[in-house]
């Protein structure tokens, strides 16, 4: 158990419609990054907060969007889902801004996008 | 952008041999890689990193070894077990601080 929650463990959804993704990092920790995974592509890196404010984005659509609250928790809020979107989306924690410290990876949710 | 590949898909090992997992990257200025351990329906974990300073690290039962000048990594796992069964990725901290991963090599280890 890395310490990092993801909630929901499973979404299954519908095209066009939005759907938002929680993750709590692990105690102490005020870094949050988000990652897409799917089966042709492997773990895409999405974007990352540090405490409060994004620090970097990767592949993330515009469709997508994500914060990070006070209490360090994070959502990710995916709209106008495509089939495409059906992945498994992993946050990750680390205590600080930089990088190259471990991330610690939550379980993931796995979203389908009928 | 940076690329980083592994060489085979899959691998599979004969409980108690030795297991070597291979990756490829593109971006030379990357100066910070993780091999992270995937198991089925959780998330990834991490197993070992390496600086680009170094040429080899030593953990439990697993060692990385970096070579710039061909940028490759590899990842031995000594004696391997059942519970080493799993998809095994490289990442790279390439460009804008982020990372870079692999496609992921699955391995299986036959008891």
């Known amino acids: 158990d890395s310490g990092v929650t993801q909630t929901p463990k499973h979404l299954i959804t519908a095209t066009g419609q939005r759907v938002t993704l929680r993750c709590s990092p692990r105690?102490?920790?005020?870094?949050v990054y988000w990652y897409q995974q799917s089966l042709d592509q492997g773990l895409q890196f999405l974007i990352h907060?540090?405490?409060?404010?994004?620090?970097a984005k990767g592949n993330i659509l515009e469709r997508f969007s994500a914060q990070q609250f006070p209490d360090l928790h994070s959502e990710l809020n995916l709209s106008s889902l495509e089939l495409g979107d059906s992945a498994l989306y992993f946050c990750?924690?680390?205590?600080?801004?930089?990088?190259?410290?471990?991330?610690?990876f939550g379980p993931g949710t796995r979203l389908l996008v009928l | 952008g940076e690329s980083v590949g592994l060489h085979l898909p899959t691998l599979s090992v004969q409980e108690g041999d030795n297991s070597i997992i291979n990756c490829a990257y593109s971006?030379?200025?990357?100066?910070?890689f993780i091999w992270y351990k995937q198991e089925s329906g959780k998330g990834p974990q991490f197993i070992i990193d390496?600086?680009?300073?170094?040429d080899k690290r030593q953990g439990q039962r697993v060692t990385v070894l970096l070579n710039k000048t061909v940028k490759h990594l590899s990842l031995q796992i000594a004696a391997t077990q059942p519970g080493d069964s799993a998809v095994y990725f490289c990442?790279?901290?390439?460009?804008?601080?982020?990372?870079?991963f692999g496609t992921g090599t699955s391995l299986t280890v036959i008891p």
């Open positions: 971006n030379s200025a990357s100066d910070y």
């Open positions: 907060y540090y405490n409060g404010e994004e620090r």
């Open positions: 390496i600086r680009s300073n170094m």
């Open positions: 990442a790279e901290n390439g460009s804008g601080n982020q990372f870079y």
């Open positions: 105690s102490g920790d005020l870094s």
């Open positions: 990750a924690s680390s205590p600080r801004w930089d990088p190259q410290e471990t991330q610690y």
